[in-house]
């Protein structure tokens, strides 16, 4: 019932943003650019779970992680000075996130 309710909204938020982006781009980014995930997934994890450390645990780690998820976004950043389409951009921030996050845990040991 909870992984039911966990999916629908999730859903609900993310066909959200995507149909306003065709509407309202600016908007749309800043939506997503919001913690969403964070805001709807600790509380949901917290019911779920009842284990208030696990949840501040998950909420630290979701803190030190924002900088590396940023990498994604850095091909979007030079695609146009650096002649690189939507598609390009995508892929190669699909492939420096996995590559950030191992740095990551390499410095941090974490």
Do not use: K
């Given at each position: ?77 030079v ?22 996050y ?9």
């Amino acid at each position: 019932m909870i992984f039911g309710l966990n999916v629908a909204i999730s859903a609900f938020v993310i066909g959200f943003a995507a149909w306003l982006a065709g509407r309202a781009p600016a908007l749309a980014g800043f939506i997503v650019a919001m913690p969403l995930a964070s805001i709807l997934v600790l509380p949901l994890a917290e019911i779920q779970h009842g284990d208030p450390a696990r949840t501040l645990t998950m909420a630290r780690n979701i803190f030190a992680a924002i900088p590396v998820s940023l990498t994604f976004f850095l091909p979007f950043l030079v695609a146009e000075r650096v002649g690189l389409g939507f598609w390009q951009a995508y892929a190669l921030g699909c492939v420096m996130l996995p590559l950030a996050y191992g740095v990551q845990r390499a410095l941090t040991g974490a």
